[in-house]
């Protein structure tokens, strides 16, 4: 019945890729971030992937409503993530102290990660176990898409 109408950046914009604040920090531009070109992270040996829409986990260490942001922080450091007013079900998450998933859109890379969100769950309940496997998750995806 209804459409939804998406921008051309949208229709061509590849799947979530799983990545580290600290990787986006010293990523390379590919034109301007409003244009879905997104950046290019360097994942070692000469390689690298091209990143517009991402996957990343982390602990929340203050949230702004009033600002409809949230910092979080993952192994590799923090990154904002804005619009979280916006997201269904994204209330849970906005807890000090609460492990979470967020993807979302780069808004910006340097010198701190800007992601606007998409979507967020909490991961709290098995937060261990997420930790731990993340940096692991993030490098076996990245090593099959380069």
């Known amino acids: 019945m209804y459409k939804t109408v998406q921008t ?3 229709r061509k914009r590849p799947p979530p890729i799983k990545v580290l604040s600290g990787q986006l920090r010293t ?3 590919r034109g301007t971030v409003d244009s879905g070109d997104g ?4 994942l070692g040996r000469g390689r690298s992937l091209l990143v517009s829409l991402v996957w990343m986990q982390g602990t ?3 949230v702004q409503l009033d600002r409809n942001t949230v910092l979080l922080m993952d192994e590799t450091g923090t990154f904002v993530v804005q619009g979280v007013n916006n997201i269904p079900k994204g209330k849970p998450c906005l807890s000090q102290g609460k492990y979470v998933m967020v993807m979302g859109v780069i808004q910006a890379f340097s010198p701190e990660p800007v992601i ?3 979507k967020m769950a909490d991961l709290s309940e098995l937060a261990a176990l997420h930790r731990r496997m993340w940096k692991l998750e993030v490098e ?3 090593l ?3």
Request: proline share 0%; with cysteine; glycine share 0%.
């Open 8 to 10: 051309t950046a949208e």
């Open 60 to 62: 929340v260490l203050e």
């Open 27 to 29: 990523a390379e531009s």
């Open 144 to 146: 099959m898409l380069a």
């Open 116 to 118: 606007r969100a998409v």
């Open 39 to 42: 950046c290019v992270i360097k």
């Open 140 to 142: 076996d995806l990245q």
